[in-house]
């Protein structure tokens, strides 16, 4: 066999470079170094192979590298033969040995084996006595828990026995001698020698009771649904109820008498056996029941057929001063720092909810927005009176727990906002839809009006908007937590007087006859009541964007400066959409002067008829109707209004678009009246011909005479002479006008084409 290997072809050197194709390569998806990985599988390789390879070729190029193997096999046999030769020489005696070295192995696995069950049953043992041991100490602490328990009832108990011993009324705070020493429970009299009196002992043996309680409430919540417990809870009720009624006791004759170091031992006492809604129901009952029942009479104590008002500002006022003199003492010791009383409430529990029992059943209209006047009234006394309670807070949390509560919520929610904004929108909105109604633009008689920038306005309904949108910011109407819907409501009033101003404007201009709602006063207005219009555009945008402007912001100066900034750019478009309708009340006041004008215009007409088939001469003067086409232009310009509320840029710009406006149809009316006459005088000069060719007359006799169309094109350039003096009296340049070059042109002789003089 390894005479064969040794015979066997050595594989071809890679240099090899004329010889047959190097074995040793392999395809690029060929690796051979993945067939010695310990994870290799044979048969997941060949399948994924298979995807893209035929399985002739894979099993060809297998057949290769088994071929290539073999040769490398051969190549180490004979590269180190001799040391393969004596491997099988030296393997002598190896059963022999192996049975040597089994004697020993199976002595060290029993060896083993005899240990690891002596430490298992060790770990069992320990085990067991651990969980003994365990259990011990778990009935163990039970047993010192219920102990622990029944010695803190019976001291309850005993101390709670000792309370009588301690006149509740004692209030001199001197003892006689046979009464000084020790009492029964333990506790020193020594401190009431250094003039602490009895009320306050009473006040420290109980919350000495009731930190007992509390720590056993810890016990018991640990110690559930054992019958030891259950058998004691009958004493724990008991001890829990007097505990209660000797605290009440002495923190309302702590209250009555005004002992500051009583009341601050009962509140920690209530603190803690997390007893928070009693002192706060005593303190409501005893102290602010009274007073708010003389200022708000309600319940059985409310004189029946007594007038009384549902305003809530003088009632407050009384509040608050009661609150100053009976309830700042209390107020003041719960919110002493670092004293742990801030869990309680009486703010809010004690004072709010006695008055907002007292409102609702004593002056219930007082929180109905159906008198809106009133009902606002009441809103803003009641957010200041909030104010007033939330100012007793030390700090800003306690400002943030205050407005938690329950009840302020609750106070809070009796003001229905948004039905008093509904009232408000209608009133206000209906106010101005009522005065868009009216059929006529009415100017303002009303002098009494005090409103400085309001007497600058001369249309009812301009007026009105103005005061519509001064009473959205009013003091008397405003609700600053509506802020957001009244600055709505601001917008749609613009929106309504402009669409109000939009759709007569349309229908002006569209000349309709038919009746639309809202757009009569546009149809019977005349130019000069337009003036009013523009002026009236003209100071609202001033007022909005000006001084109405700075007001909002003002009242809105605690907001965010982003929300200043939209409220800022929301009124601005409100100002800017009634500036973009100045120019179009301009147009259509354009539109309705060249209206009236072109009516004078169309009197050029009568010019052919003048002129066609006579024998007139050319004409030296300019026709009558001339002297009227500038004339309603010249008497709205010179009118009072126009002299009073058009400024100079406006006079301007309303001079020039009437009389660039007029110019164009002057010269539409003239063109038509030059082509029509050319196109006339044509077919009557083709009908003379034929009827001279009938007659045999020679046909180049040619008539020299002035024709009708040079007597029109005379005439209608004398009238345009005129009418550019005319422009010039007003102010205007004709040759500045491109309708009037056409017009110079279309009318001029040749000789004069290109010079335009009057």
């Known amino acids: 066999m390894a005479a064969d290997l040794l015979h066997s072809p050595l594989p071809k050197s890679a240099t090899d470079l004329f010889g047959d194709p190097i074995e040793d390569s392999h395809p690029l998806w060929l690796n051979p170094s993945k067939f010695s990985d310990q994870e290799f599988d044979p048969e997941s390789y060949i399948s994924d192979l298979r995807t893209f390879v035929p399985f002739d070729t894979l099993r060809s190029e297998l057949r290769s590298h088994l071929g290539s193997l073999k040769h490398e096999l051969v190549e180490l046999i004979n590269r180190d033969y001799s040391d393969f030769v004596s491997l099988s020489t030296k393997l002598v005696d190896v059963d022999a040995a192996v049975v040597r070295m089994r004697a020993p192995l199976l002595e060290i696995k029993e060896k083993i084996l005899s240990f690891r069950g002596s430490v298992e049953v060790s770990l069992m043992a320990l085990q067991s006595r651990l969980k003994q041991r365990a259990q011990a100490n778990e009935a163990r602490e039970v047993l010192e828990l219920l102990l622990d328990t029944f010695h803190v009832v019976s001291k ?33 009299f020594q401190h009431i020698e250094n003039g602490m009196n009895l009320r306050e002992t009473q006040s420290m043996l109980l919350e000495r009771i009731a930190s007992e309680m509390n720590r ?35 923190f309302v004759d702590g209250l009555e008498n005004r002992d500051a170091n009583a009341v601050y031992n009962c509140l920690r006492a209530y603190a803690a056996i997390d007893n928070m809604n009693s002192p706060e129901e005593i303190f409501r009952s005893t102290v602010v029941a009274p007073f708010v029942q003389i200022v708000i009479p309600h319940g059985s104590s409310r004189v029946v057929g007594v007038l009384s008002t549902d305003e809530l500002e003088q009632d407050y006022e009384r509040i608050k001063q009661y609150i100053r003199d009976d309830c700042k003492f209390l107020l003041d010791i719960s919110f002493t720092e670092n004293s742990g009383l801030h869990v309680f409430s009486f703010l809010a529990n004690s004072i709010l909810k006695e008055v907002l029992s007292a409102i609702q059943t004593g002056k219930p209209g007082a929180f109905s927005p159906g008198r809106p006047t009133q009902f606002l009234q009441n809103y803003k006394s009641s957010l200041d009176f909030l104010a007033h309670l939330e100012g007793y807070c ?29 009232l408000r929108f209608q009133e206000i909105a209906g106010a101005l839809d009522s005065e868009l109604m009216i059929t006529s633009l009415v100017p303002s008689q009303n002098t009494s ?24 910011w009013a003091d008397d109407v405003l609700v600053l937590s509506c802020s957001d819907k009244f600055l709505r409501l601001f917008l749609q009033l613009i929106s ?32 000069d009541d337009f003036l009013y219009i523009i002026h009236d555009l003209k100071c609202l945008v001033e007022e909005v964007c000006g001084d109405y402007l700075e007001h909002v912001l003002e009242l809105l100066k605690m907001c965010p400066a982003e929300v200043l900034d939209l409220v800022k750019q929301s009124i601005l478009h409100g100002g800017n959409s009634l500036r973009v309708l100045h120019p179009l009340v301009i147009n259509l006041i354009v539109d ?3 209206e009236k004008s072109v ?23 300019h026709s009558p109707y001339v002297s009227g086409v500038l004339r309603p232009l010249k008497a709205f310009l010179d ?49 003379r011909l034929g009827a001279q060719r009938r007659a045999g007359a020679s046909s180049d006799v040619a008539d020299h005479n002035v024709s009708d169309t040079d007597k029109i094109c005379m005439q209608l350039f004398l009238d345009i002479q005129e009418y550019g003096r005319n422009l010039a009296s007003l102010g205007i340049d004709a040759t500045s006008i491109p309708t009037y070059r056409s017009l110079w042109q279309c009318t001029a002789p040749p000789d004069k084409q290109n010079t335009i003089s009057f």
């Not at 709670?160 to 009324?169: G, Q, R, T, Y």
């Not at 005090?450 to 007497?455: A, G, L, R, T, Y």
């Not at 669409?499 to 130019?527: F, M």
């Open 449 to 472: 009006n005090q409103q400085k920038n309001v007497q600058r306005l001369l249309l009812r309904q301009s007026i009105s908007l103005m005061d519509c949108l001064r009473l959205c």
């Open 394 to 422: 030390p700090t800003r949390p306690a400002v943030i727990k205050l407005r938690a509560e329950a009840v302020y919520v609750e106070f809070m929610k009796q003001w229905n906002t948004g039905v008093y904004f509904s």
């Open 216 to 250: 056993l409430k810890f016990y018991i919540a640990h110690s559930q649904n054992m019958p030891f417990i259950e058998n004691m809870e009958k004493r724990i009720h008991n001890a829990s109820l007097l505990l209660d009624t000797s605290l009440g006791h002495c």
């Open 496 to 527: 309504r007087y402009s669409s109000w101003l939009s759709a007569g404007l349309n229908a002006r201009r569209a000349k309709s006859t038919s009746t639309n709602t809202g757009s009569e006063w546009a149809i019977s207005a005349s130019p």
């Open 639 to 687: 009118g009072e209004r126009a002299a009073t509320y058009l400024t100079s840029d406006l006079r301007e710009q309303l001079l020039h678009g009437a009389a660039n406006e007029i110019t164009h149809r002057y010269y539409e009316l003239a063109a038509e009246l030059i082509n029509m006459a050319r196109k006339t005088e044509s077919s009557l000069q083709k009908i």
């Open 592 to 594: 309705t002067l060249v």
């Open 156 to 188: 309850v108990e005993k101390l709670i026995k000792e309370l009588p011993s301690v006149p509740a009324d004692w209030s001199s705070g001197s003892l006689n001698s046979a009464e000084k020493g020790h009492l029964s429970n333990g506790l020193s």
């Open 599 to 621: 009516e004078d215009l169309r009197q050029l007409k009568g010019i052919t008829a003048t002129y066609r088939m006579t024998n007139k001469p050319l004409p030296v003067r």
